[in-house]
């Protein structure tokens, strides 16, 4: 494909599109064609230039993605034209202490492409190919872009330790609650959502899942009485919002872990005397190692993980300005997928 197009951020607020970023494979890396790539809450800070400190302009967002190889680089094995991928957009450089302790994933030097390096909203992507993962054949790409995602919650479900027959409380119910919500499902926890939104709470009763809405609901009244007064063993606060860590801290019970998930781009008041008196743990959940982006695959790919369902809309590459401002609005929306095959109109890959 000549004139590759890519949708770049260029100051808040403002998206252009512009030739393609991506360059012929060179040793140890591979070309891309982006299928599908879907827009996350950090997409939208940056959009409102938030990140601006950050992120350099112009700067090709997007990491949520599924795609085709169309070029290996030079001594790449075992990938070939054609194969199916999704990206786990991360590279670290090996040597800080984080990656010698054996945590990569969050090198104190992190390249988070798609952020601090060019991002998959472009029809021509060339990337390490250490960053791939392979997809199995069948698996629609619209539902693989939300692998990325769905790693997120795994890597969260497992650093809140959620064990078979534990009460779950997850605050805030758009796409990664969700998908939190469903990975702590499939562990064996018996699961709430806590969620403002009429539409957002509307799919989760239709997922399975028993919702409270926040503002009708006396939420830890609420749990009081599904635990028979013991409070919930495990909350995942996914909100962003300070009212949603005043909950997370009141509905767990003694020894209850917090997992924190959502970026606060604010100090939070936080209520460490519960701390004290309940023994709680609060835990952070940043990002995903290979093995949560391996498991996240298979449960998008068996159905574990309805992906379809929580994808609200799917726009063409030239219109992805308009998905960053539908998102920005709220409303009945859950996860906007851009198609990068297509300039003009919507479609299937």
Not at 195 to 220: C, F, N, Y
Not at 303 to 326: N, Q, Y
Request: charged letters at 20%.
């Amino acid at each position: 494909m000549t004139d590759a197009l890519a949708v770049r951020y260029a100051g808040a607020r403002t998206l252009d599109t512009g030739p393609a970023i991506g360059a012929p494979p060179g040793p140890g890396e591979v070309e891309l064609t982006p299928a599908y790539v879907g827009i996350c809450g950090t997409d939208l800070h940056i959009f409102h230039g938030d990140m601006d400190a950050r992120v350099t302009t112009p700067a090709v967002l997007g990491h949520e993605m599924s795609g085709r190889i169309v070029r290996v680089g030079p001594g790449v094995e075992g990938w070939r034209p054609g194969d199916a991928v999704t990206v786990m957009p991360l590279r670290w450089d090996g040597t800080c202490p984080a990656c010698v302790a054996g945590h990569r994933h969050i090198c104190q030097h992190l390249d988070f492409i798609g952020i601090d390096s060019p991002g998959a909203l472009q029809q021509r992507w060339t990337v390490p190919v250490s960053t791939l993962v392979r997809l199995p054949e069948g698996i629609p790409l619209d539902r693989a872009a939300l692998v990325e995602p769905t790693a997120v919650a795994v890597h969260d479900v497992g650093r809140a330790g959620v064990r078979g027959g534990e009460k779950a409380v997850v605050v805030g119910g758009g796409p990664v609650g969700i998908l939190i919500a469903l990975v702590a499902r499939n562990a064996g926890a018996d699961v709430r959502v806590v969620e403002p939104s009429t539409h957002r709470r509307l799919l989760a009763q239709e997922l399975g899942l028993g919702v409270w809405d926040p503002a009708g609901d006396d939420v830890p009244e609420r749990v009081r009485e599904w635990t028979a007064e013991a409070g919930a063993d495990v909350a995942f606060e996914v909100s962003g919002a300070a009212a949603g860590v005043e909950t997370a801290v009141e509905v767990l019970g003694v020894r209850g872990r917090l997992c924190l998930v959502a970026i606060h781009p604010r100090p939070r008041e936080v209520n460490l005397h519960r701390f004290f008196w309940r023994e709680l743990t609060l835990v952070g959940a940043r990002l995903y190692d290979r093995s949560d982006f391996e498991q996240a695959v298979s449960l998008v790919a068996d159905g574990t993980i309805p992906a379809e369902r929580l994808i609200s809309k799917v726009v063409p590459l030239v219109e992805a300005p308009s998905a960053f401002e539908a998102l920005e609005a709220g409303g009945d929306v859950m996860k906007i997928l851009v198609d990068c095959t297509t300039e003009t109109q919507g479609g299937a890959a």
